[in-house]
T-cell receptor, first 112, second 114 residues
Framework: TQLLEQSPQFLSIQEGENLTVYCNSSSVFSSLQWYRQEPGEGPVLLVTVVTGGEVKKLKRLTFQFGDARKDSSLHITAAQPGDTGLYLC????????????FGKGTLLTVNP | GAGVSQTPSNKVTEKGKYVELRCDPI?????LYWYRQSLGQGPEFLIYFQGTGAADDSGLPNDRFFAVRPEGSVSTLKIQRTERGDSAVYLCASRTSYNTGELFFGEGSRLTVL
């Protein structure tokens, strides 16, 4: 069974601060996705990383895939209250079914 | 509809009862997934349909759980003899066959078994 460990589990910061959340596994993934989930809603895809060492930027969010494709990080610069939510990483082990394994998530609260 | 639609949004039932949860995927999406999300956890894979057939049902926890997608569109997740441990949010997701695997999730059906 492939597991994804996310850390920290909870994070509460002030508006304007920077933060990094981590997603680690002992398994290799063909791709890794980051989702954001708000209360009462389903997860929404933020980014997919495919190549080891890949870095993708989405406005103030920077995503990195580890060289060995076992881990990933999400860095948020100058966090805003609208960034509040549950951040989930999900790994795809390959194959055509795109069956994703999710981590438990990092619950981020950005206080104004 | 524009997105994945799930009904009911909330279901409260008693232990031992039968429950059906419905998912209407995005039009044209051939792949459909059911996930279960317990409090404080990430979504856990249950079953994957490609068209009408269950291509992977390895995540169904036991034989009380069953899902169908008879016409390759709407899917129903069926839970027999519900137990308190079945309480969770049941998420449905769909995707096309031609993208890099992005799943589009519904808002989920929250099941509470008393």
């Amino acid at each position: 069974t492939q597991l994804l460990e996310q850390s920290p589990q909870f994070l509460s910061i002030q508006e304007g601060e920077n933060l990094t959340v981590y997603c680690n596994s002992s398994s290799v993934f063909s791709s890794l996705q980051w989702y954001r989930q708000e209360p009462g809603e389903g997860p929404v895809l933020l980014v997919t990383v495919v190549t080891g060492g890949e870095v993708k930027k989405l406005k103030r969010l920077t995503f990195q895939f580890g060289d060995a494709r076992k881990d990933s990080s999400l860095h948020i610069t100058a966090a805003q209250p609208g960034d509040t939510g549950l951040y989930l990483c999900a790994g795809d082990s390959g194959g055509s079914n795109y069956k994703l394994t999710f981590g438990k998530g990092t619950l981020l609260t950005v206080n104004p | 509809g524009a997105g994945v639609s799930q009904t009911p949004s909330n279901k409260v039932t008693e232990k031992g009862k039968y429950v059906e949860l419905r998912c209407d995927p995005i039009s044209g999406h051939t792949a459909l997934y059911w996930y279960r999300q317990s409090l404080g956890q990430g979504p856990e894979f249950l079953i994957y349909f490609q068209g009408t057939g269950a291509a992977d049902d390895s995540g169904l926890p036991n034989d009380r759980f069953f899902a169908v997608r008879p016409e390759g569109s709407v899917s129903t997740l069926k839970i027999q003899r519900t137990e308190r441990g079945d309480s969770a949010v049941y998420l449905c997701a769909s995707r096309t066959s031609y993208n890099t695997g992005e799943l589009f999730f519904g808002e989920g059906s929250r099941l509470t078994v008393l």
